[in-house]
């Protein structure tokens, strides 16, 4: 579950994380009022979408102006201004892709006078099964270009959760950063607070880009993204209720009410499959056959029929849908369960594009004989390739 930025930052603000002061706003007089309250006298005004690269986006609105989603402000008329411009408006970077995402929320922070900038991050390393950090001189930018051209730049650092943080790690991230003086124990105090909020939060993903060094020579989290791990926001529900489900896509957000696993794709078939792992294959499987998978689905190990039937809804939501594949091994899930599920959704919807349905596994006869006796056009296949082959072969005749 992602978050904004400035949920982000009040957060590492209780754990002692140096930051500048600002405030959220979400309408235009509360962009000003925040802006009264700060010291100036420049202000940045940034655009609250899930998205990166918001600094280099732009806006589909001509009105918007032309100079992103983060805009330095240097009076309390060009915060209004920006306010304006940028609320309600689309804002189109690298990672929203072309639609874009409608900036509702803005977050007005005090100026900072830079002196550098650095990269900052934690993640799951899931290599060595402990919390990473890296670290990069090179902050301000897109990481992934710094790991393409200059790699050598980039310093990870892995903490051994038996032993936990000590002073070194935060030294030997100081000395990546090339921080001097007073800036070493700033970080050691930084890193310390950084890892515990990221273990007691659950985090899978913890982002400053940039990590500053300020004119005075104080080391300030100038940006800050955060992604928690969603299977433990159980024990969380004080950031369960941080999610913004406007930032998310509508069909993923119908899926999670089911407590299905769906992802949107890009392609024509939709994939209705049980196991994370089975998913993966039936994809690699579709695009092997020449076609492209329109989303991952998986309904778990022990759906029901209207789970099954919510799944059905969820996959036809997609206009770019033009056949269904679904996969199902039947261990604790039996066959027959999810061939009247099929049967029932289908009658119910009417569906109208191709459907291919594979069964394998407890009480597999049972339900392909369910399929066979429902009277409906659909397609059974026997193995995992006869379901790939017949499904784009379906979908070019249907075209």
């Known amino acids: 579950m992602n978050v904004h930025e400035y949920q982000a930052k009040e957060l590492l603000r209780q754990y002692g994380v140096p930051l500048a002061q600002g405030a959220p706003a979400f309408t235009v007089d509360e962009a000003v009022k925040a802006a009264q309250a700060l010291p100036g006298p420049v202000w940045v005004v940034k655009s609250q979408i899930h998205a990166g690269g918001r600094g280099k986006g732009k806006f589909k609105e001509a009105e918007a102006g032309d100079k992103g ?3 330095l402000a240097k009076s309390i008329d060009e915060v209004r201004t920006f306010a304006e411009q940028m609320l309600g408006k689309t804002l189109v970077t690298i990672q929203t892709g072309p639609a874009g995402r409608v900036v509702k929320r803005l977050f007005v922070e005090d100026g900072t006078a830079i002196a550098r900038e ?6 799951v390393d899931r290599a060595t ?14 990481i992934e270009k710094v790991a393409h051209d200059t790699p050598e730049k980039i310093v990870t650092l892995s903490i051994d959760p038996a032993s936990g943080y000590s002073q070194f ?72 209720a941080l999610r913004d489900v406007e930032e998310e896509d509508p069909a993923e957000v119908e899926a999670s009410k089911y407590d299905l696993n769906y992802v949107k794709l890009d392609g024509q078939i939709g994939c209705m499959v049980n196991g ?77 594009v191709p459907l291919v349905v594979r069964l394998e596994g407890t009480n597999v006869e049972l339900g392909k004989e369910i399929l066979a006796k429902s009277g409906l056009k659909i397609v059974p296949a026997d193995n995992l390739a006869d379901a790939a082959k017949k499904i784009t072969d379906e979908v070019k005749k249907a075209a």
């Not at 099964?129 to 897109?142: K, L, Q, Y």
Request: aromatic letters at 6%.
């Open 69 to 71: 989603g983060v805009r």
């Open 118 to 123: 650095l990269y900052l991050s934690a993640l």
């Open 129 to 142: 099964s402990r919390i990473s950090f890296i670290a990069s001189t090179e902050g301000g930018m897109d």
């Open 169 to 240: 790690h935060g030294r030997k991230i100081a000395s990546a950063l090339k921080l001097e003086g007073d800036q070493i124990d700033q970080c050691v105090k930084l890193i310390e607070a950084l890892y515990r909020a990221f273990v007691e939060k659950d985090m899978a993903l913890l982002e400053v880009n940039p990590l500053v060094v300020t004119k005075a020579g104080k080391v300030v989290c100038l940006d800050a993204k955060i992604n928690f791990e969603d299977n433990a926001l159980f024990r969380h529900k004080d950031l369960a």
């Open 276 to 352: 994370a792992g089975l998913a993966m294959a039936t994809m690699d499987i579709i695009k092997l056959y020449g076609m492209e998978p329109a989303n991952f689905l998986d309904v778990g190990g022990g759906a029901s029929k209207e789970k099954v039937a919510a799944a059905f809804k969820i996959i036809l939501s997609d206009p770019n849908v033009k056949g269904i594949l679904v996969n199902i091994f039947g261990g604790i899930m039996r066959c027959d369960i999810i061939a009247e599920g099929v049967v029932a959704a289908a009658r119910e919807m009417a569906i109208k």
